[in-house]
Antibody, heavy 123, light 112 residues
Framework: QVQLVESGGGVVQPGRSLRLSCAASGFTFSTYGMHWVRQAPGKGLEWVAVISSDGSNQYYADSVKGRFTISRDNSKNMLYLQMNSLRAEDTAVYYC????????????????WGKGTTVTVSS | DVVMTQTPLSLSVTPGQPASISCKSSQSLLYRDGKTYLYWYLQKPGQPPQLLIYEASNRFSGVPDRFSGSGSGTDFTLKISRVEAEDVGVYYCMQSIQLPPTFGQGTKVEIK
C-alpha cells in the first residue's frame, strides 16, 4: 500500500527557512517522479515542484523559483522541499504526491497524495 | 500558463441523481503522443485530493464506475451517474500538457 507522510511544517517568520520532508513507502520510490503541491487556507490547489526519479531534473512554479529546492534521497525513500525566504503567501498545506514513471510521464500526474503538512508564515 | 476553467463552482445534488462538471482549457490538451493530459481529482472534506480520472477518460484504480470522464481538445466533462453521500467534496480538473501543471478553481459538490 502506497503511503506518503509529510513532516516539517510549522510557524515561521517571513524571510526565514523551513525544510519539509516526505517519507515514502509501499512502492519502488526510486522509479517514480515526485511532486509538491500546496493549498492555501480555503483556496484551491497550486503545483509547486516536481523531481525526476533519479533527481537529475527539477521544475518549479514561478512563484517559488529561486527560493524553494526540491530534492530526494532514494536510499532513504525520502523527498524534501527546502523553502527559503518565506513569504506570507507561502502559507499553505503542503502535500507530497507520487508522480509517474519514465522520462516523460513523471511530470504528468499525481496519483497518490500524502495528508499534508501545514506551513504558516507569520511574524 | 494553461488556464483551466470549471463550471459550475458549486453543485447541490439529490442522492441517486446524476451530476456533471465542465472543465475548459485555454489550449488543446492533446499531445503529439496521442494522449490527452487532463485529470480529475476529488478532495473530500479534511482529506488530500484523490485521483479519479486520468488522461481525460480513464478511471484510476479503485474508482467506482459511476464516475466517468469525457471530452477532447479543450472541453471536458466529469459525470457522476448516481451521486452518493460519499461523493461530497471539491472536484478539480488539472492539465499537464505543459509545465506548470494547473488546476481549475474547483467545484464544490454537496448533497441536498
Amino acid at each position: 500500500q502506497v503511503q506518503l507522510v509529510e513532516s516539517g511544517g510549522g510557524v515561521v517568520q517571513p524571510g526565514r527557512s523551513l525544510r519539509l520532508s516526505c517519507a515514502a513507502s509501499g512502492f519502488t520510490f526510486s522509479t517514480y517522479g515526485m511532486h509538491w503541491v500546496r493549498q492555501a487556507p480555503g483556496k484551491g490547489l497550486e503545483w509547486v515542484a516536481v523531481i525526476s526519479s533519479d533527481g537529475s531534473n527539477q521544475y518549479y512554479a514561478d512563484s517559488v523559483k529561486g527560493r524553494f529546492t526540491i530534492s530526494r534521497d532514494n536510499s532513504k525513500n525520502m523527498l524534501y522541499l527546502q523553502m527559503n525566504s518565506l513569504r506570507a503567501e507561502d502559507t499553505a498545506v503542503y502535500y507530497c504526491a507520487k508522480g509517474g514513471r519514465g522520462s516523460g510521464s513523471y511530470v504528468r500526474y499525481m496519483d497518490v497524495w500524502g495528508k499534508g503538512t501545514t506551513v504558516t508564515v507569520s511574524s | 500558463d494553461v488556464v483551466m476553467t470549471q463550471t459550475p463552482l458549486s453543485l447541490s445534488v439529490t442522492p441517486g441523481q446524476p451530476a456533471s462538471i465542465s472543465c475548459k482549457s485555454s489550449q488543446s490538451l492533446l499531445y503529439r503522443d496521442g494522449k490527452t493530459y487532463l485529470y480529475w481529482y476529488l478532495q473530500k472534506p479534511g482529506q488530500p485530493p484523490q485521483l479519479l480520472i486520468y488522461e481525460a477518460s480513464n478511471r484510476f484504480s479503485g474508482v467506482p464506475d459511476r464516475f466517468s470522464g469525457s471530452g477532447s481538445g479543450t472541453d471536458f466533462t466529469l459525470k457522476i451517474s448516481r451521486v452518493e453521500a460519499e461523493d461530497v467534496g471539491v472536484y478539480y480538473c488539472m492539465q499537464s500538457i505543459q509545465l506548470p501543471p494547473t488546476f481549475g478553481q474547483g467545484t464544490k459538490v454537496e448533497i441536498k
